[in-house]
């Protein structure tokens, strides 16, 4: 396999037989699906920080990983090469875009110059790597949670000088999306919440955060960044509690700081999990509150409750959440599908790095397919507009315009005999819906 890699893209295998080699079976990036090609669809981005730097560390044990550009000590020179390393495996697994946070790609110096002076030799290479390919930057975002100094956050942070400097990070970072051509640019709030409500002053942190996002908004302006910017939720972990802790707190943090116009959602999979949600409540969330902006993709493990970011390969998952998608007719604005995902720990060759993108795009690719073909036959919409059918017309179509009161709905109800209330509530068969659904999964799969 690892040879094959070496002499040229990732094939396309087909389905003909399950054994023909970790190809693709299911992702063909110029077939037309509902309209568009699954390129268009699906988007997919590399996510430098796991794919690059990711040594498969755990709780409990160093790293694993084996990389080509392990042989290189001097730290500027291991930047470069992992960039030469990561833009030819952009082109290999033929994806169109990558993201990365902005420590993600050069060493820090002892100040803030010092370590903008690191990154912008190495943007300078992206860049030409990027006109030599024509690979095109997803998002980036700023690390402001990694170094101790973050240790109580960044724009939550309680010590002024903290907060200062996070704010010269960012504003370095916003100056390298425009430069490198950034569809959107996102802020992951790590640390941004507490560890513990007694020494906290929860609503200034908040004040204070909500500041720092309004003069990252007048700076874009102001040089004339034109990428969505997006807030990533996640409730807890590193924090005990992080303020952007699911899409329906976010999306109220965002209206009630009057940042809501300038805003949009990038959801994961595993961080859903984590709020006590699926991947797919989320999107639906952000959808109807007109608040999807992009997705990362990944999926984590029932028995382990942390965010450990497997590459997805939960059909029934990615069938939820592209049958979203293919209802909205797009992930967001400029969104994508970017591979916030490492291999297992056990799985440390750079071979594995193919193979675990491999798998997700395969995977999103045949959830594609399945939400495509119920989205033809309006399965869902049919089965949606049927349950809501009494609000078509008489007295529920009175509470959609508007003209119901509570006077009159008391009316209607007075003297209904509770026989005949009964008769009004019908049977979800949801067990019926399940196995339909598991049919599509089945069937839209045999005839790929």
């Not at 009630?256 to 999979?269: I, S």
């Amino acid at each position: 396999m690892s040879e094959l890699w070496s002499n040229g893209p990732i094939p396309f295998v087909g389905t003909d037989d399950p054994k023909a080699g970790m190809g693709f079976r299911y992702y063909q990036p110029d077939r037309v699906v509902a309209g568009k090609t699954m390129a268009e669809w699906l988007r997919f981005g590399v996510a430098y920080w796991h794919t690059f730097n990711q040594r498969l560390v755990d709780p409990f044990g160093d790293g694993t990983a084996q990389r080509p550009f392990d042989r290189y000590t001097d730290p500027m020179e291991l930047a470069l090469a992992k960039v030469d390393y990561a833009f030819d495996f952009y082109t290999k697994l033929g994806v169109q875009y990558f993201c990365f946070h902005d420590r993600d790609l050069a060493p820090e110096g002892d100040t803030l110059r010092e370590s903008n002076k690191n990154l912008d030799k190495v943007v300078d290479r992206i860049e030409q790597l990027q006109r030599d390919t024509g690979m095109k930057l997803l998002w980036n975002t700023s690390s402001l949670f990694t170094n101790p100094r973050f240790l109580s956050g960044a724009a939550t942070s309680p010590f002024a000088d903290i907060y200062a400097y996070s704010a010269g990070q960012l504003k370095h970072s916003l100056e390298i999306a425009k430069r490198l051509g950034a569809e959107n640019y996102v802020f992951w709030g790590g640390r941004e919440g507490y560890e513990n409500l007694w020494n906290t002053d929860l609503k200034r942190e908040q004040d204070h955060i909500a500041r720092f996002f309004h003069m990252c908004v007048d700076y874009a302006k102001e040089i004339g960044l034109d990428a969505q910017f997006l807030i990533e939720p996640k409730p807890k972990e590193p924090t005990t509690h992080q303020y952007d802790f699911d899409a329906a707190t976010s999306i109220a943090f965002l209206q009630t700081y009057d940042l809501a116009d300038h805003f949009k959602l990038n959801l994961e999979g595993n961080h859903a999990n984590l709020a006590g949600h699926t991947y797919q409540h989320e999107i639906r969330v952000a959808r109807a509150a007109g608040m999807l902006g992009s997705l990362d993709a990944n999926q984590g493990d029932k028995l382990i409750g942390w965010d450990i970011d497997e590459f997805p390969s939960d059909l029934y998952e990615t069938t939820a959440v592209m049958w979203e998608i293919v209802d909205e007719g797009q992930i967001g604005p400029r969104g994508g599908l970017n591979f916030d995902a490492k291999p297992r720990r056990t799985s440390f060759t750079a071979e594995d790095l193919y193979l675990g993108h491999i798998v997700g795009m395969d995977t999103y690719a045949a959830g594609l397919l399945v939400a495509a073909k119920m989205h033809e036959d309006r399965f869902i919409e049919e089965l949606v507009s049927t349950r809501y059918e009494s609000f078509d017309s008489g007295i529920g179509a009175t509470v959609e315009d508007g003209s119901a009161t509570l006077a009159s709905l008391e009316e209607h109800a007075l003297d209904v005999p509770q026989a005949d209330l009964m008769k009004a509530v019908r049977s979800d068969h949801l067990e019926c819906v399940k196995a339909t659904i598991n049919n599509y999964i089945i069937d839209a799969l045999a005839q790929a």
